[in-house]
């Protein structure tokens, strides 16, 4: 009955003439198949693209991964390679379209193919960070590490406000000894990309990052030379990065089982201080620390924070932002046009600190 009202419904909304044109019927009815598509009757709708597919030759390969896309989002990953592989040699491919065969492809663990096929899409879309994103996301699901950093950060570099790479990296380094890459990175995404589930998956690893960085350590210190004389020690940002946090969370701490938000504002502020008042920032620019710095004075510190971390510490977020309902909504509109962006010449990498 729902789907009979439905189609009912979109017959009555478009209204298909004998005056029409193909194209404008196969149009009409790829919006008929949206609607059926966002009301969840997927199946419904995969026949009714199937038909805009045969009317349109020039919008046949939009209509046909559409179809595609119905298969990926009830998990039929072999029906969506199907469609999808009679696409590839196409020319009106477009970067989604490579991007969907190359996750349906991973779904089902042929990671070779989905390789092959991001590779050709790169070429044909070389400044595209959502497909170097991929390659990495491929690299890594095969142990490569280190090849996914590259794409990464060739990723950042094509497309700096693509959020997907900043994500991989915030990943990947969160479980690593290496976790101050985490932190910012981390820190990158969640002012890029300031909803949905990815923003409440990494603003809990961000938290807990920083919990187990203030047990484990932010960083290694085995690449480091120990100078063989009396002379100061000039450690690397990382160490630095380390050993100034440390000492800003030493007071705050040394009472406390678990860290929570109100701290670990605190915290951070410390160490923003300790990072200023000590020049770090003029030895080691870094664009991340520089707007933190701004942001530390403009009245809307603890918001951003509390913002950040909400889903590290969801119950004292609530009780928080229950208190603070009116400056919260002030600070939610004042961030989408205060975040942090990066551009080309305003970029964060990690190349830039560690060979």
């Known amino acids: 009955m729902r789907t009979t009202f439905l189609i009912l419904l979109i017959l009555a909304v478009f209204r298909v003439t004998a005056q029409e044109t193909d194209a404008e019927r196969a149009a009409h009815l790829a919006d008929s198949a949206q609607i059926l598509a966002d009301s969840g009757n997927f199946d419904d709708a995969v026949k009714v693209w199937e038909q805009a597919a045969d009317l349109d030759a020039f919008k046949f390969t939009e209509y046909r991964s559409r179809i595609a896309?119905?298969?990926?989002?009830?998990?039929?990953?072999?029906?969506?390679?199907?469609?999808?592989?009679?696409?590839?040699?196409?020319?009106?491919?477009?970067?989604?379209?490579?991007?969907?065969?190359?996750?349906s492809l991973y779904?089902?663990?042929?990671?070779?193919?989905?390789?092959?096929?991001?590779?050709?899409?790169?070429?044909k879309f070389p400044s595209s960070g959502e497909i170097l994103y991929e390659l990495g996301f491929v690299e890594m699901r095969q142990q490569k590490f280190r090849n996914?950093?590259?794409?990464?950060e060739m990723g950042i570099k094509a497309q700096p406000t693509c959020a997907s790479n900043y994500y991989g990296f915030a990943r990947l380094y969160s479980n690593s000894p290496e976790r101050l890459w985490s932190v910012f990175f981390g820190e990158i995404f969640l002012n890029i990309e300031r909803?949905?589930?990815?923003?409440?998956?990494?603003?809990?690893?961000?938290?807990?990052?920083?919990?187990?960085?203030?047990?484990k350590g932010f960083a290694q210190a085995s690449s480091v030379n120990l100078p063989q004389t009396n002379e100061e020690i000039q450690?690397?940002?990382?160490?630095?990065?380390?050993?100034?946090?440390?000492?800003?969370?030493?007071?705050?701490?040394?009472?406390?089982?678990?860290?929570?938000?109100?701290?670990?504002i605190k915290i951070r502020r410390s160490f923003l201080e300790r990072w200023e008042g000590k020049e770090l920032h003029e030895k080691f620019p870094n664009q991340v620390i520089d707007f933190?710095?701004?942001?530390k004075d403009s009245g809307n510190w603890d918001a951003y924070n509390y913002w950040l971390f909400q889903f590290g510490k969801s119950d004292e977020f609530a009780t928080w932002k229950g208190v603070n309902e009116d400056s919260f909504t002030e600070f939610t509109d004042w961030i989408e046009s205060a975040h942090y962006e990066p551009d080309a010449n305003n970029l964060f990498l990690r190349s830039t600190y560690v060979r």
């Not at 990065?241 to 678990?258: C, H, I, N, P």
């Not at 933190?292 to 942001?295: A, F, K, S, V």
């Open 148 to 152: 996914a950093t590259i794409y990464w």
């Open 235 to 264: 450690l690397p940002f990382t160490l630095e990065f380390e050993k100034q946090m440390f000492a800003a969370s030493d007071k705050y701490l040394k009472e406390t089982v678990e860290l929570d938000i109100a701290l670990l």
């Open 292 to 295: 933190m710095l701004q942001l």
């Open 195 to 215: 909803e949905g589930t990815r923003f409440e998956e990494i603003s809990k690893i961000l938290f807990e990052t920083y919990q187990n960085g203030f047990k």
């Open 69 to 103: 896309q119905m298969y990926y989002k009830q998990n039929q990953f072999g029906k969506t390679n199907k469609v999808m592989k009679k696409l590839l040699n196409r020319n009106d491919m477009e970067e989604s379209h490579y991007l969907l065969t190359a996750r």
């Open 107 to 123: 779904k089902v663990d042929d990671l070779k193919k989905s390789n092959e096929v991001l590779k050709i899409a790169q070429q």
